[in-house]
């Protein structure tokens, strides 16, 4: 009996340490020197290509961005969120993604695959990881290395879509709950939500806010009344759907730490920003970022590590997309 017992603590204890180096293998899987043999110059080929694109538009930093986000928060960073329609693009979330980013991935895969070297050696999802460091930098925030080794995925559907993004009226326990679900404290969250400082938006993203809030107040008293009728100019009741408003006012095209500042003054477009500054659980974290634009940096820098950790596949799961928009 007592040596059934042990036998059964040992087998325990087993699939406990299992568990435990399951979810220490996706970073020790990922790697900054992982393509050091097959395409050393990766880093520099996706630069170029990401620097040209950012030349022609500014669009392409928040586009880049954003696309990274949203492909690692659903079924991981895998570059699903590339594939084309009928795939994940066709989700309401995701039907506002700029064209830019995707474009920027397509021209850094052709940059890559140009090097005899390189061809079909490097996945999609790498080269969106290294272009999303590469627009933070341009737009003028932290540089900082990124793991490789990251394989594409075989699957995007609209449907895996559905409650795995954050909304603009999420609360910060909803918020909260989103990220961890994602392994990220609510300091990387915080952090994350400061990429919106060259982030843009539609006016149907907030129109509530400035027009019919509740009925006592028409105007979300959260938001700085100025602010809130400077919004309703350049969002006028029947505006064109595809007009983007800057959701930093101060410095739209600065990777910075403005965004905090501006949530102090009551400037956060979203209720799901401003939210980060009226709850007092977060309000401190906001109020360092604000005053100290190397808090931010370095904290920007550990989340978007971590965000590109998130469900990653590696080894022989997946594959490399010849093409980044289909599968193999």
Do not use: W
């Not at 909803?174 to 843009?200: K, V």
């Not at 009344?225 to 009741?237: D, G, K, T, V």
Request: proline share 4%; net charge positive.
């Amino acid at each position: 009996m007592q040596q059934e017992a042990m036998e059964s603590r040992s087998a325990i204890l087993l699939s406990l340490l299992l568990l435990a180096l399951l979810l220490t293998t996706t970073s020790a899987q990922l790697r900054s020197d992982f393509y050091k043999n097959t395409c050393p110059n990766v880093e520099s080929l996706v630069r170029s290509a990401v620097a040209k694109k950012f030349q022609q538009t500014f669009v392409t930093a928040p586009a880049t961005l954003r696309l990274f986000f949203h492909d690692c928060f659903v079924r991981g960073c895998d570059a699903s969120v590339l594939i084309a329609s009928p795939s994940e693009k066709d989700h309401p979330d995701d039907l506002s993604l700029a064209g830019d980013g995707f474009d920027t991935v397509v021209k850094a895969k052709a940059a890559v695959d140009s090097d005899s070297r390189c061809t079909n050696k490097v996945s999609c999802a790498d080269i969106l990881a290294l272009a999303t460091r590469d627009v933070v930098v341009l737009a003028g925030g932290p540089s900082y290395t990124v793991e490789l080794g990251r394989r594409d995925g075989r699957i995007s559907t609209a449907a895996s879509v559905q409650r795995h993004l954050p909304h603009p009226d999420f609360n910060l326990d909803q918020l909260n709950a989103m990220f961890s679900s994602n392994g990220l404290t609510q300091t990387d969250m915080i952090a994350l939500s400061g990429a919106h400082t060259i982030g843009f938006s539609h006016c149907g993203r907030f129109s509530n806010r400035i027009y019919n809030f509740s009925p006592k107040s028409r105007i979300d008293p959260t938001l700085n009344s100025a602010y809130a009728l400077q919004l309703r100019q350049m969002c006028p009741i029947n505006v064109d759907p595809r007009i983007a408003i800057n959701m930093d006012p101060t410095t739209p095209n600065r990777f910075d730490n403005a965004y905090y500042k501006n949530l102090q003054q009551g400037k956060g477009l979203f209720s799901s920003d401003e939210i980060l500054f009226t709850d007092t659980r977060s309000k401190s974290t906001v109020n360092l970022f604000a005053s100290n634009n190397g808090a931010f940096q370095q904290a920007f820098v550990t989340a978007i590590t971590k965000l590109g950790r998130v469900g990653v596949n590696t080894g022989n799961q997946g594959e490399i997309r010849r093409d980044c928009t289909r599968i193999n």
